[in-house]
């Protein structure tokens, strides 16, 4: 580590205009940039098609970059891949492994492609497969094959980790497990880049994130910061014979904003206590039953659903105006 | 099944990863090789096809070369035999079971998952293709042996020329067997994908009729198709009557095919399954 430059601890993924179009001529990554810290745990979010994958392909030296600049570690991963593959672990959202082998086996092999490669029980049991190495591949439920792909990941002691998915087909127990140890990897300074479906396991471990929709980042910033920026939301059924008027000024309880769908209403806000208290205080004076109530502060869920909104409410429009509303979006 | 995952202890230090401990080609090809070779054992219609079919196939066409008449080409029913035994070995030890192979992992994500490690792109085709390789050159000098004690072939004349021809044979059907499995979809289908290059081989390159009895123009004809050069080699190394000139052109041809071979897999070679 004595080595290692002063630019590679300010930040050890670096990506600056990032453009990737397949064959086709389809741009499934529109110019985007990020750099991620020594020690940082970075996720990429968005929905299926937003770009996530192509974006840690290139990273994982997998692809070129079509345009822009990458560096991990200080190098180009594609062009360099002899400098960065020793210093790095990979695990694909859907990779494979011979179905005939057992866990072991599989794990040997994997050592003997890896430099300083650690010894591959010792691996095998932080990742909760310990007792099952004379099992076959084929035999191992979906849960402990993502386990087996993460253990191969990390086998080689990695500096950075590209994690594609890694929960994805795990159960509640087997995806907090996996997250004590991202946790721990960071604690001795493991530097893991993942994507993720799941925005609660992106508001668990990520130091930051970025939002991706239609090959570009919408937001960015750790998750206290893009959460802050959503209002948090108040919802209910009017009562039979009320209407949205006979409430108190939506303005005077702090509301920016509502939306009526057939009775019922949704409330936006950025004083959720006030504007809750003065919707109940109507309400316990007025004698009616708010029905179905739901208050709820902003979360990472909201800002994720808003963004995926916009995508939407977008779809109507060129990709000139496409390109114009997201770069205002974050 | 233990469910816990043991979050930090155990973890090494980096540091202690020295340059002992690097990864490095030889390593990488030896442990993909035995994972290969646990595979290839595993797999029992894999086993059979390469190791008894080169054996026993080229004997069950004895009765035809009887009606053949060797003696007036220069050759005897034991250097035919043998050449069709090596043949063989290069059709089913090497080429058919490594398009399965190739095609098994690709299909897998195996190689898609080798290719995000330190590996190299041809160490993992070499390491892939190592085993059936090895069992391929073990058929031909265990063929050879046997002819020679129970056939009476006798040592080869010319034994650098046999010698060539096995290694260029071998090295052929596994590139051979890399193209063939880009262009093939499932492993069902390496059944059918890899059948013109066997027929083609088995009747046109030598194995199970000597070109010698074939018409002058269609034997020179078929002197260029993908296996010819290496039976050939294989044969003149037994018989000893290649000029240095018919050597050469051998050779010529044989290096040529690999070029294409390989030219062909760095182009076409799949890695991933075409979704």
């Known amino acids: 580590m004595a080595t290692h430059d002063i630019h590679e601890h300010e930040h050890v993924i670096e990506v600056t205009d990032l453009h990737r179009v397949y064959g086709g001529g389809f741009e499934a990554v529109r110019g985007i940039g990020f750099q991620v810290g020594r020690g940082e745990v970075f996720a990429l979010l968005g929905t299926n098609g937003a770009g996530k994958t192509s974006t840690v392909e290139v990273l994982e030296g997998l692809a070129p970059a079509s345009s822009g600049r990458v560096r991990v570690l200080g190098h180009d991963p594609y062009a360099e891949r002899g400098a960065v593959r020793p210093r790095t672990g990979v695990m694909l959202q859907e990779g494979g492994f011979p179905s005939e082998l057992t866990v072991t086996e599989t794990a040997r092999m994997w050592a003997g492609c890896v430099s300083g490669a650690r010894p591959e029980a010792e691996v095998l049991d932080q990742v909760g497969l310990g007792g099952r190495g004379a099992v076959r591949v084929k035999q191992l439920s979906g849960g402990e094959r993502r386990r087996l792909d993460l253990a191969l990941a990390l086998l080689g002691d990695p500096e950075v980790l590209f994690l594609d998915e890694p929960t994805t087909g795990l159960d509640a127990e087997g995806r907090r497990a996996t997250w004590e140890l991202v946790r721990a990897l960071r604690a001795t300074g493991t530097t893991v880049l993942l994507t993720t479906h799941y925005l609660e396991e992106a508001e668990n471990l990520a130091d930051r994130l970025a939002i991706m929709r239609e090959g570009r980042i919408a937001v960015t910033g750790t998750p206290a910061d893009v959460t802050a920026a959503q209002p948090s939301r108040i919802s209910f059924r009017l009562p039979d014979g009320y209407h949205l008027g006979d409430l108190p000024p939506l303005a005077a309880l702090g509301v920016t904003g509502h939306e009526v769908e057939g009775r019922t209403v949704r409330l936006r806000t950025r004083e959720l206590q006030r504007a809750a208290t003065g919707l109940l205080t109507w309400a316990e004076g007025a004698r009616v039953e708010l029905g179905g109530l739901d208050v709820r502060s902003a979360s990472l869920e909201e800002a994720f659903l808003g963004i995926a909104q916009q995508h939407r409410t977008d779809g109507g429009l060129g990709p000139a105006a496409h390109g114009a509303k997201s770069e205002t979006a974050a | ?275």
């Open chain 2, 1 to 275: 099944m233990s469910d816990v995952m043991d979050t930090g202890a155990g973890r090494t230090a980096r540091a202690s990863a020295g340059p002992a401990a690097r990864s490095t080609p030889g390593r990488r090809l030896r442990a993909l090789a035995r994972a290969e070779l646990t595979l290839l054992a595993r797999n029992r219609t894999a086993v059979f096809t390469a190791l008894l079919v080169p054996l026993v196939l080229p004997f069950s066409v004895r009765p035809a070369l009887d009606q053949l008449d060797l003696k007036g080409q220069g050759l005897n029913v034991g250097t035919v035999l043998l050449t069709a035994a090596i043949g063989f070995a290069f059709l089913f030890a090497v080429y058919t079971s490594l398009v399965s192979a190739f095609v098994s992992r690709r299909e897998e994500l195996v190689l898609k998952r080798l290719r995000t490690g330190e590996i190299g792109d041809p160490e993992i085709l070499l390491g892939t293709a190592l085993p059936s390789l090895c069992v391929g050159l073990a058929q031909c000098v265990i063929v050879a042996v046997g002819c020679g004690l129970l056939l009476d072939t006798g040592a080869p004349k010319a034994p650098l020329l046999a010698v060539a021809g096995v290694l260029l044979g071998l090295v052929l059907s596994a590139a051979l067997a890399a193209v063939t499995a880009g262009i093939t979809k499932t492993v069902e289908s390496a059944q059918v994908t890899a059948l013109p290059l066997m027929f083609v081989s088995m009747l046109g390159s030598g194995m199970a009729v000597p070109l010698e009895t074939l018409p002058d123009r269609l034997a020179d004809v078929c002197r260029f198709l993908p296996l010819s050069p290496a039976v050939r080699l294989v044969q003149g190394g037994w018989t000893g009557q290649l000029t240095g000139g018919q050597v050469l052109g051998t050779l010529a041809i044989a290096l040529a095919w690999t070029a294409v071979a390989v030219f062909a897999v760095q182009r076409r070679f799949r890695w991933e399954p075409r979704h």
